[in-house]
């Protein structure tokens, strides 16, 4: 059983659920790394909560954090629907959804302005992200997979005509897994949205407030010693993501 804050003088565990999401998320070798779980870590570092990540499908995590089996998970949107249902960190930082395809789909590329643009096409999405609403009620024809990975594998077989990717993610998974087909990619210039990622906390954690609040506090002391900013830098981070106005400016 996982222990609470304030149950023991020593260190307890906090456990958070997640999946691959580089550079965000990165299973090294089941060890937790990458942009947010090192956040977390200086978030809690001097106190005596010792998080724990575990890797499992996203669809499963958010029923574990919804049920109190875990504390949080991460990198998550608010939406409407899960804002009924769960908590919410302070903003992480920001990213940049942008459509994908195959150049050689569309050599002379492709420019949109509201989802309506993408009818007619076949979209590529994973389920459980926070698009499928909003593509279900554009109307979109879209074949949903358990990960980005095997829509960046269906685009360059021309299985699909799109995906929704995070920036970073994106051209860091072509990267990673179609070194050699990197030229046969590109992205709408255009982003689909410019929100905030946060960590997603479950409603029935036990001490769940009082650690929130311990979060919060470690996010906004992290930010302000620049060691936030230290996190992003060592994952190559352009400046506009950071939810840091100062950071922006440099």
Known sequence: MWAVAGEAESSSSLLFVTSPYEPYVIDDEGRASGIFPDI?????RGTHIRPEFQFVPWLRGEHEVQ???????FPYLK???RVETFGFSGPIIY??????????RFPDGFEWQTLADFKGYQMGGVRGYWYEQDFKEAGLTTSYVTSDRQNI?????KRIDFTLIDELVGWNLI????PSYIGSYAVAAKAESSSAFHLMIS????G??????????GLGRIQQNGEYQEILERYHVPADYSVVPSLKER
């Open 203 to 206: 409603p029935d954690y036990p």
């Open 95 to 104: 990213f940049f959804p942008k459509f994908f395809y195959n150049r050689s």
């Open 208 to 217: 769940g407030d009082k650690l929130t609040q311990q979060l919060n506090m």
């Open 153 to 157: 594998e269906m685009l360059r077989i």
């Open 79 to 81: 939406t409407k629907a």
């Open 67 to 73: 049920a109190g089996k875990a504390f949080g998970t």
């Open 175 to 178: 990267r990673r897994t179609a």
């Open 40 to 44: 977390v870590r200086a978030a809690f």
